[in-house]
């Protein structure tokens, strides 16, 4: 039942519309229902099972407190797209993929640490000591950092997972992430090959509604994964709580009869090197 209203929904939202039947990629056929006036419809059956699977990975890759990188750089997807990674605190990129953003991670940092020092003495009134043409060159150079940088400023080493909007358009960021064995997840039209992203869901990736509902759907699974992990840790943390100084204490002890056992051992004819001494001659 939920499938079938899934399902609904997105044949609503106009997912399942691909490309030109002259543009098509062969490798596409698999996922391909049926042409129509030219244009070639996408199987829903095979988009909920990719985007089932795709938000099962995601979910336990949040769970286990990984990052995930969002990426978008079309025009109908980029404040969609950062508005869902910033409402579950994930890195993303929306407006240009720099080259060697994955593959020259630590230069990309220096990039990101040179903003955040501008940002710092912009707040804390040490620009002030500057002239106001120098003041203003700081100003837009922070600017334009922020716009490429802003969103992998809180991220310190290279995301577990990339999810693509369109893999065609993101070829870049896709050859890197393959490069350096980074877990795929894409929105793939008829144009494109699914077989290059580890999770592949067959979809209307010009589409705004299109766009929207996918990204909307894997958001919601990653931010329940997140809740999960926190569930998790507030668990823990209430176990060690509840733990009685009784239980401590005979914790402790049986710690102390381990470290006694040991050491009978270790005086037992075995040095602290782990070689057996040698009988003392007479």
């Given amino acids: 039942m939920e499938n079938t209203s899934l399902q609904q929904q997105l044949l609503e939202a106009g ?7 002259k543009k098509w990629n062969p490798k596409m056929l698999p996922y391909i229902f049926a042409e129509k ?17 795709a938000a099962a990975a995601l979910k336990s890759i949040a769970r286990s407190g990984k990052k995930i990188m969002f990426v978008a750089t079309k025009k109908q997807a980029k404040e969609l797209v950062q508005e869902c990674a910033q409402r579950v605190n994930m890195p993303y990129v929306t407006e240009r993929w720099l080259g060697g953003m994955l593959t020259n991670f630590n230069t990309v940092r220096k990039s990101v640490k040179k903003m955040q020092s501008i940002e710092k003495m912009l707040a804390d009134g040490s620009a ?5 043409k120098e003041r203003l060159t700081l100003t837009r150079d922070k600017e334009k950092m922020e716009k490429v940088l802003g969103g992998i400023a809180q991220i310190s080493r290279i995301p577990a997972a990339l999810f693509l909007v369109d893999i065609g358009h993101e070829h870049i960021a896709l050859a890197e992430a393959r490069r ?31 766009i929207a509902i996918i990204v909307s ?20 943390q209430e176990g060690d709580v509840e733990e009685s100084p009784e239980a401590r204490a005979a914790r402790f002890e049986e710690k102390q009869e381990g470290g006694d056992e040991k050491g009978k051992r270790g005086r037992g004819g075995v040095s602290s090197s782990g070689r057996r001494r040698s009988p003392a001659r007479k």
């Fill in 217 to 236: 759907y894997i958001t919601a699974a990653i931010a329940e994964g997140l809740q999960e992990r926190q569930a998790d840790k507030d668990d823990d």
């Fill in 128 to 132: 002030e000591n500057l002239t106001k």
């Fill in 37 to 53: 006036k030219g244009i070639h419809i996408i199987d829903l059956n095979k988009t909920v099972e990719g985007l089932q699977e």
């Fill in 180 to 210: 350096l064995n980074v877990t795929t997840f894409g929105m793939v039209d008829t144009n494109c090959d699914p077989n290059k992203v580890d999770f592949a869901i067959p979809s209307n990736d010009d589409a705004t509604k299109s």
């Fill in 15 to 21: 997912v399942h519309f691909g490309h030109l039947k």
